[in-house]
């Protein structure tokens, strides 16, 4: 007869727990799991799973995992909240008499597009099967993955995938064709009887994990021998495994061998069920697609014929929201046209249809700018940047309209756009200029320095970590204690706490400032990759209303932006050596000329666009311009007046010795709404004193 705990004592085994020592236990385990998987050794990658899977430790990191996650009960209700109950489910965890129950199916409809998906939940004590039957298949799946695989792998992302895209595609020897493949309707189709022969795991558990049904409106709809779901913790290390072994496929179908001298021809690139081939004709193209659907065909999968397709790389493909083509000899990536009309469209119809308050539009809107940004900054994406933030302007510019009909479109703009030192205006709170829409031109664009594709996350774990800040991040360790204190656990992104299990990473706030522990706030790792994967996965809702843009910032734009500048190097015999050393001997903070004035000091006339077209004394690319004459000597333009035909130019740098200006306003960045007080107030004192 056995003796029954009480939940008071379950609850103690439970707090006595020694959680480091349970997952540096694991962390060992999978290591020489991994190593006996390298070398191929069935007995002892066998031994090492019932290890894995039978020891009481590793049970209670399972039980963890699941209670932590803050997700719904499934079709039995139960879920686990003390820890007497966490105790009693860990000791329950075994594959003995283990029966899976069916999954309770919600339909959730998309706000962005009104698509359907279904979605499949596990109970949690089928979900701690799967975590902890996972702790034991994965790292064995991990020693057999394909290199160029980057979907759900640890230390592994999109912009690893699109990087060596760039890398397999340049240089003068590289291959001049791709292959774009899609699997239609990857998981709902793969063959249960395929993963049961092939997937290392206990074969009784999967079987279980597999063979659930669906529950609907309480009517059981049993599993039919293909799919999986998508919900579950194993799916996408099940739905990698299904694909890997496609490289070398493709390697004997081509060369005979899977070791040919040409990797080039014939090289895959996969995210998931997103498959990019290189290959050098088209010829090798269209026998490539018939290796693919060979592949897949055993599998119980088959090609989407609309989605798979052979492109040059001179005219351009679309990879992972990404376009990528050859100009001139080189490789360049930038935010696909489908992506963009995407986000306008998102964010368009976003700020049209928002009920809430001013300052929730905005936090919304920046979510969806950052999250989109973060992902395509990597690319040469200045010019999306630039119409996206277009885009959002005219769409707040339309709202704005539409809310205050009968208001003068200058007070409506006067009343939600202040204007910044640089001469923008920013859509802001009138109360908190802070709160203000971000400008997605202003994110700094970054190269990504791609993963080691032979790296393993159970063998090299420094170098994993070391990339992705895995450890202090997860553990909220050193530097990024004072980052997640300053969030009290609570996601940038969606707002909702990060739970103790949850992976998690740290990205910019403000993208157009280098990266710094003040400039960095915690966020759900799913938050990040699936910020990329609904822009990915929407319908398309209609394109975007034409609008007059700049017509529209026309009224909202002032100055173009001042731009960081350089010393140039000015040539004696330049045509406005004359002006510029008229302001070289300048020493007054400010300087008015007329038109006149300028024409006497240059000694030529000025052209009939410089008296009527503000654009014309501003830098261009062109150092020949006028305007070098005063850019290189420390002054910048202040105002134009046309009708008296003259300007004034003020230093960018005042004499500091007139003025002490305290530490605390120098020495660190000031709130937004310090620096908006301190601009008023100067703008004061310049036109009080007449400065």
Known sequence: MGIEFTDEQLGKLWDDIDWPAAEEKLRRWQGELTKAAFRKDSKAVGDIQKRIVRDMDIKCLAVRHVANSGSGPGVDGVRWRTPGQMMRAAMRLTSKDYHAQPLRQI????????????????TYFDRAINVLYGYSFIPVAEAQAERKSFAFRPGRSTQDAQA????????????????????KA???????????????????????????????????????????SEGANLSPYLGNYVLDGLQKYIYRGLFGTEYPDDFANGNLIRFADDILITVRTRTDAERVIELLSSFLAERGLTL????????????????????FIKKNGFIYSYPSERAVQRIITNLKETIQTFRKSQRDLIILVNQ???????????????????RVDAAVQAALLEAAFAKHPKLAKKKVIDRY???????????????????????????????????????????????????????D?????????????????????????????????VVQIDLSRPPSIKNSAYIHKICEQSSFEVYRTMEDIGAMTPYDVMAALGEIEAAPPKGTRQKKEIPENWKHIKLKQYFAACTAASVTLTFKEIEKIDGRPLPASARKNKDWWYPRQNC???????????????????????????RDELGRSKLEIPKALTSQKLPDNAVFELQQHMAYIIKKYQL
Request: net charge positive.
């Open 107 to 122: 339909n959730i409809i998309s706000k962005n597009t009104g698509k359907e998906r279904k979605s499949g939940i596990p």
């Open 164 to 183: 060596y895209v760039l890398e397999s595609l340049k240089g003068n020897n590289a291959p001049s064709v791709v292959v774009c493949g899609d699997i």
């Open 186 to 228: 990857y998981f709902s189709h793969i063959h249960h009887s395929w993963l049961l022969e092939n997937v290392p795991m206990d074969k009784k558990v999967l079987r279980e994990l597999l063979s659930v049904g669906i529950v609907f409106a309480g009517e059981l709809f049993p599993a039919e021998g293909e799919g999986i």
């Open 304 to 323: 989407s014929k609309e989605k798979t397709h052979i492109r040059t790389v001179d005219e351009g493909f679309d990879f992972l929201g990404q376009t």
């Open 368 to 386: 969806k700018l950052r999250g989109w940004a973060n992902y395509h900054r990597y690319s040469d994406a200045r010019d999306a940047f630039k």
């Open 417 to 471: 756009w202040y204007k910044e030192a640089d001469g923008r205006h920013c859509y802001a709170l009138p109360e908190d200029k802070s709160v203000r829409v971000i400008r997605l031109a202003d994110t700094l664009l970054l190269e990504h320095a791609k993963i080691k594709t032979n790296a393993n996350p159970f063998l090299d774990t420094d170098y994993i970590d070391h990339r992705t800040h895995a450890s």
């Open 473 to 505: 991040i997860r553990n909220v360790n050193g530097k990024y204690r004072a980052v997640w204190e300053r969030q009290g656990g609570i996601c940038f992104y969606c707002g909702r706490p990060i739970l103790v299990d949850q992976p998690r990473t």
């Open 624 to 650: 020949n311009m006028m305007a070098e004459a005063w850019l290189t000597e420390g002054y910048s333009l202040k105002y134009i007046n046309f009708e008296k035909g003259k300007i004034q130019l003020v």
